[in-house]
């Protein structure tokens, strides 16, 4: 009899301790699975969050910034100014291209110059006050070609047609125009090398001159000397 009471008693004690087992590992587990259960004393404080409707303003991107190139400004020339000749009226600007055809800027050597002999001299009789004055005159260098160029205009910047020119130098050279074209246009080439002399020009109209006498200089080097001239006159009437 006392036997089987022990034993009953050791099995109801081992159920106890399972039982035990079992709930107390449930318990964690409950407290595992939910912290904040009313069973857990030790339930971790909750962290009270805010909630606002106030949209969160996103941020605004500044414009995308394009590089732009900066260019170097190219550095202007100073163009080397040509020995002045002597004469009344100094050619300032730089020298032109050889004349080509009928165009006002330029003229075309299409008019062949009578050389006058120096036995037979024009009138060089000038009217007071001269009909024709001396407008714009430049000159260059050319190994090609001496002479002068131009055109003759009228009082209302008009080109002048049937207008000569009279040139002359101190080494007994004279010539004298065909008479100008219907754009003004009036040359006399001297030579086709550099010529090298001291010349004397005048405007001739109806046989007589009509202008002051002017004077200039064309030398031999070609490089940096002078053999083209262009010069305008212009009526004062």
């Known amino acids: 009899m006392l036997d089987r009471g022990g034993d009953n008693a050791y099995t ?15 318990y964690f587990g409950l407290v595992l699975a939910n912290p904040q259960t009313p069973l857990n004393p030790f339930r971790p404080a909750r962290m009270a969050m805010a909630v ?7 941020p605004t991107l500044p414009p995308t910034w394009t590089p732009t190139s900066t260019l170097t400004p190219t550095p202007t020339l100073t163009p080397t100014p040509s020995p002045t000749p002597t ?17 006002q800027a330029t ?20 009217p007071e006050p001269p009909l024709y004055e001396l407008g714009d005159m430049e000159a260059g260098a050319d190994c090609t070609w001496t002479g002068v160029y131009g055109i003759i205009w009228s009082a209302t910047d008009l080109p002048l047609e049937g207008i ?14 065909g008479p100008t074209d219907a754009d ?28 002051a006498i002017i004077v200039f200089e064309t030398s031999r080097g070609c490089q940096n ?13």
Do not use: D
Not at 17 to 25: E, M, P, Q, S
Not at 52 to 58: D, G, I, L, R
Not at 164 to 177: A, M, Y
């Open 87 to 103: 004469n009344t009226a100094t050619p300032t600007k730089t020298p032109t291209p050889t004349p080509t055809a009928t165009s």
């Open 52 to 58: 606002t409707n106030t949209p969160v303003a996103t």
């Open 225 to 237: 000397g002078l053999q083209k001239y262009r010069i305008e006159w212009r009526r004062t009437e």
């Open 107 to 126: 003229a075309t050597p299409t008019q062949t110059p009578t050389p006058v002999p120096t036995n037979t001299p024009l009138p060089t009789a000038t």
């Open 184 to 211: 003004g246009n009036y040359v006399i080439q001297v030579g086709a090398e550099p010529v090298a002399g001291r010349w004397q020009m005048e405007v001739f109209e109806a046989g007589q001159a009509q202008s």
């Open 164 to 177: 000569q020119v009279h040139l002359w130098s101190e080494q007994g050279l004279e010539f004298l125009s």
């Open 12 to 26: 109801v004690g081992i159920v106890v301790v399972v039982g035990a087992t079992v709930l107390l590992l449930g």
